[in-house]
């Protein structure tokens, strides 16, 4: 499950634009063709690429609502060690436009680029070996959260994830446990409400939620 160094992962991104998008005549791109063309390179990749959609805010409509089984599968197999990466044929047929993933890549260079600007290699431990199978519980556990009908649902648990995913690829070990800790309080806050407040809790924190967005 070792990721090759990826020294920029903007630069990345403008690869993934020109492969999956300029070059690519197909107006839908199938979830498999992504599976396909990275997977050898490990869970990290795919994992970043599939929760960045939702994890900035920027438009992404026809992206962010198709993550959430993908997340699942790939944390999930990460989480117990899988080598080998396997997806449903039923999920990766599933497609998006490819109009609309140039777009959101355009859009999301800047927020990439920024977050590469705080990042460097260490804490590297944090980035391999047994980790990754840790990483992976964390990520599931989030991946689990998207699915739920709450507003950030998607934003707050597919950001830790992105950046969990981006610190194994930057070889940066705080950016992994930023994003957990990301997780962790996202879960605590939403198992909190629902112990104290039940059901009703979910609706109390939307209004919340609600309440200081703009």
């Not at 438009?59 to 197999?77: E, F, H, K, M, R």
């Not at 391999?128 to 699915?147: E, T, Y």
């Not at 194994?168 to 198992?191: E, Q, Y």
Request: hydrophobic share 50%.
């Amino acid at each position: 499950m070792q990721s090759p160094p990826i020294h920029k992962l903007s630069d990345f991104l403008n690869d993934t634009k020109r492969l999956l998008c300029i070059e690519n005549e197909d107006e839908h791109i199938k979830i498999r063709k992504l599976v396909d063309d990275f997977k050898d390179q490990g869970y990290s990749i795919l994992l970043f690429l599939f929760a960045l959609p939702a994890a900035l805010p920027v438009p992404a409509i026809g992206l962010n609502v198709i993550i959430a089984s993908p997340l699942l599968i790939l944390t999930g197999q990460q989480m117990i060690g899988r080598e080998n990466i396997w997806m449903p044929k039923k999920v990766q047929e599933k497609s998006f436009k490819t109009a609309t993933l140039e777009s959101f890549l355009d859009k999301a260079m800047p927020w990439v680029k920024r977050i590469e600007y705080f990042s460097s290699r260490r804490l590297t431990f944090i980035t391999s070996g047994a980790m990754r199978n840790v990483i992976g519980l964390f990520g599931f556990i989030m991946a689990l959260c998207v699915a739920i009908p709450l507003p950030f649902t998607n934003t707050v648990p597919s950001f830790g994830i992105a950046l969990m995913a981006f610190g194994v690829l930057m070889r940066d070990g705080l950016a992994v446990l930023a994003g957990m800790t990301v997780g962790i309080l996202w879960i605590a806050a939403l198992s909190y409400f629902v112990i104290v407040f039940g059901l009703e809790g979910i609706d109390l924190m939307k209004d919340m939620i609600k309440s200081v967005l703009p």
